[in-house]
C-alpha cells in the first residue's frame, strides 16, 4: 500500500531517532509509524487514536500493508495507549492544537519519565507548550518551522532536562528565533501585515487597542530584525 504522507509528517517523522519504540498519539491513518517502519528506521511503534472513525482507519491501513506485526493500533485517550513494557523511547504528536498537546502531556506525565524524546507539532499556540515543558523538566533540542499550503507549522524538539526560556524565546522558539530562517521571516512577517492592516482600522482616539497592537507589532518587529 502507498503510502500518502505529507511534506509536514515527513518532517515530524525526521526528528525520531533510529531504532525508537515510538508512540504517535492521534495517529489517524497511522502514516507516520507506517512510513518509519516500512522504510526500516524503527521496528516496532503503537498508533494511538482516541476517536472510533479515525482508528478503524488506521488499523485498515496497518492491515493492508502488512504491518500488523510492528504496528499496534489502540482506541486510546493520549498517553494512555502505552504501558511501561511496551518500552517506549520517543513520542510524536502532531496536527493539533498546542493547548491539547500540552493537556495530553498532562495528563499522562507520571508516564513521561522513560521517554527519551519528545517530537510535537502543534498547529497554533506554540508559547503554551513551550511553557509546558520548560515547568515539565523538557528542554527543547531542536526547532523547525516549514511552509505546506499556505500554513506555516513548527516542530518542536525536546528531552529530559531544564531549560529557561523567556516571553520572547516562548513566543518565537528559542532556535527559530536564533536562526531566523526564510520560512521563519516570512510566517512573523504575515502576522505583521495582519497586526498593521488591523492597526489602520482602529479610530486615532482609541488609543488603548491601538497601543496593545502597536506593542505585539513591536514584538515581531523585534523578532524579524537581523542583527547582523
Ligand atoms: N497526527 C496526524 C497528523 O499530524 O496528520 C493527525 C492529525 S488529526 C488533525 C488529530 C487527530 O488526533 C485526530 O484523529 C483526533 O481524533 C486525534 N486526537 C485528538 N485528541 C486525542 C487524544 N487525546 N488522544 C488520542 N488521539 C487524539
Redesign the pocket.
Known amino acids: 500500500m502507498e503510502i500518502n504522507i505529507s511534506q509536514r509528517?515527513l518532517d515530524v517523522a525526521s526528528f525520531v531517532p533510529k531504532e525508537s519504540r515510538l508512540l504517535?498519539?492521534?495517529?489517524?491513518h497511522a502514516y507516520?509509524p507506517m512510513h518509519l517502519i516500512k522504510n526500516g528506521w524503527i521496528t516496532f511503534a503503537i498508533a494511538?487514536?482516541?476517536?472510533e472513525g479515525?482508528y478503524r482507519s488506521a488499523i485498515t491501513n496497518v492491515q493492508q500493508s502488512g504491518l500488523s506485526d510492528q504496528i499496534t493500533v489502540h482506541l486510546?485517550?493520549?498517553l494512555s495507549a502505552f504501558s511501561e513494557e511496551d518500552r517506549i523511547s520517543c513520542i510524536t504528536i502532531?496536527?493539533?492544537g498546542g493547548r491539547?498537546i500540552s493537556d495530553?502531556l498532562e495528563a499522562g506525565k507520571g508516564k513521561l519519565s522513560q521517554i527519551e524524546r519528545l517530537v510535537l507539532?502543534p498547529n497554533n499556540c506554540e508559547d503554551e507548550l513551550r511553557l509546558w515543558l520548560m515547568e515539565n523538566h523538557f528542554k527543547i533540542v531542536s526547532e523547525k518551522i516549514m511552509i505546506e499550503s499556505g500554513k506555516f507549522y513548527e516542530i518542536i524538539v525536546a528531552e529530559q532536562g531544564q531549560m529557561i526560556l523567556s516571553d520572547h524565546q516562548r513566543r518565537f522558539g528559542p532556535f527559530l528565533s536564533q536562526e531566523k530562517s526564510d520560512v521563519f521571516l516570512e510566517r512573523w512577517q504575515r502576522d505583521l501585515n495582519k497586526l498593521e492592516v488591523a492597526l489602520a482600522k482602529i479610530p486615532l482616539g482609541n488609543e488603548t487597542d491601538r497601543f496593545a497592537i502597536k506593542m505585539k507589532i513591536n514584538l515581531i518587529k523585534e523578532a524579524i530584525i537581523s542583527e547582523g
Open positions: 509528517l504517535d498519539v492521534g495517529s489517524d507516520l494511538g487514536e482516541v476517536v479515525p486510546a485517550d493520549g502532531s496536527g493539533m491539547l495530553i507539532q
